[in-house]
C-alpha cells in the first residue's frame, strides 16, 4: 500500500479527518486552554524536587554546591509559577530558605577559634529525614494490596450446617463412672443368694428410657441402690450400645454432665 505524493508546492494538510485533508484549521474549531497539558515530573513538595535534582547531578547530599543547586531548583519553580501559580507558594518558601543559606556562606568566615555550624546542615538534615521516609513509603507501597494486587473473594454456600455435639472425653467418663462406683459402695448390701444378670436385658432397659425422652442424663441410667453388679452390667450395657451406634453419648465441655440419646429415629427394643 503507498501513500498518495503532495505535489510540490502545495500546502502540507495540518491534519486529516475520516481520510480527507484538511489545509488549515476550522475558524470554528474551539481548544480549552488546559486540553493539552504535558506532566514531565511529579513532586510531592519542595524537598522531593531538591531530593530529585541532587540524585539527577549525582551530588552527595553532605556537601550540597547552593549555586548550581539554587540555580536549577528556581528554573523548575519559575516553570511552577506558569502553569500552577497555586501550587508554588511552597516551593517559594523553600527558594528563599536556599537563597539565604548560600548568602551565608558568601560572608567571610569569622576568624575565632569557635567552629562556625554549616549553614547548609538544617538543609541536610530534612532532606536525610525525607529520604529515609520516602523510602519506607515506597516499601510499604511494594507489599500486597487488596484490590490492587489480588481480590478477596467471598463465596457464599446455601446450606445449613448440621448440628455436631462434641466428643466425649474418656477421662469425664471416667470420672462419672468412679463417682457412680463411689455412691454404689456407699449403699452396698450383703447378699447371699446370687442374682444372674444380663447385659442384654439391660440394653433393652436403657433403650426403653431413651424412647421416651430426648436426652437423658448419664447417672440417670443408673440405680446405686440396686448394688454394685447391677452398676457394672448397666454400665456394659451402655458401652455395648455406643459400640453397635445405638445411643449417642455427648458433652458440651470438659466436666460438664454427660448426656445420652438415642440415635436416628426411636429404635425398638434389643430382646
Known amino acids: 500500500m503507498t501513500e498518495a505524493k503532495i505535489p510540490v508546492g502545495e500546502a502540507l494538510p495540518v491534519a486529516k479527518v475520516y481520510g480527507q485533508a484538511m489545509l488549515e484549521m476550522p475558524e470554528d474549531l474551539y481548544i480549552p486552554p488546559d486540553a493539552l497539558e504535558v506532566f514531565l515530573e511529579q513532586f510531592e513538595g519542595p524537598l522531593d524536587l531538591l531530593l530529585y535534582l541532587i540524585r539527577k547531578e549525582n551530588i552527595s547530599v553532605l556537601d550540597i554546591p547552593m549555586a548550581k543547586l539554587t540555580e536549577q531548583y528556581l528554573v523548575y519553580v519559575e516553570m511552577m509559577r506558569t502553569n500552577q501559580l497555586e501550587l508554588a507558594a511552597e516551593y517559594l518558601l523553600m527558594a528563599a530558605m536556599m537563597i539565604e543559606i548560600k548568602s551565608r556562606m558568601l560572608l567571610p568566615r569569622p576568624s575565632s577559634p569557635d567552629i562556625e ?155
Do not use: C
Open 117 to 271: 555550624e554549616d549553614p547548609r546542615a538544617e538543609l541536610v538534615r530534612r532532606l536525610m529525614e525525607y529520604e529515609q521516609m520516602k523510602f519506607a513509603a515506597q516499601q510499604l507501597n511494594e507489599l500486597p494490596q487488596a484490590g490492587r494486587d489480588f481480590t478477596v473473594v467471598q463465596v457464599l454456600f446455601e446450606r445449613e450446617a448440621a448440628m455436631r455435639l462434641p466428643d466425649v472425653d474418656v477421662d469425664d467418663l471416667k470420672l462419672a463412672w468412679l463417682g457412680l462406683l463411689q455412691r454404689a459402695s456407699i449403699n452396698q448390701h450383703h447378699k447371699i443368694t446370687r442374682e444372674q444378670l444380663s447385659v442384654r436385658s439391660h440394653m433393652s432397659r436403657i433403650l426403653r428410657i431413651l424412647q421416651s425422652k430426648e436426652y437423658v442424663e448419664f447417672a440417670q441410667l443408673f440405680k446405686p441402690e440396686e448394688g454394685l453388679p447391677v452398676l457394672v452390667v448397666s454400665f456394659l450395657a451402655v458401652l455395648e450400645l455406643a459400640k453397635e451406634t445405638l445411643i449417642e453419648v455427648s458433652q458440651e465441655q470438659a466436666y460438664a454432665p454427660i448426656y445420652v440419646k438415642l440415635r436416628g429415629s426411636p429404635l425398638a427394643a434389643v430382646q
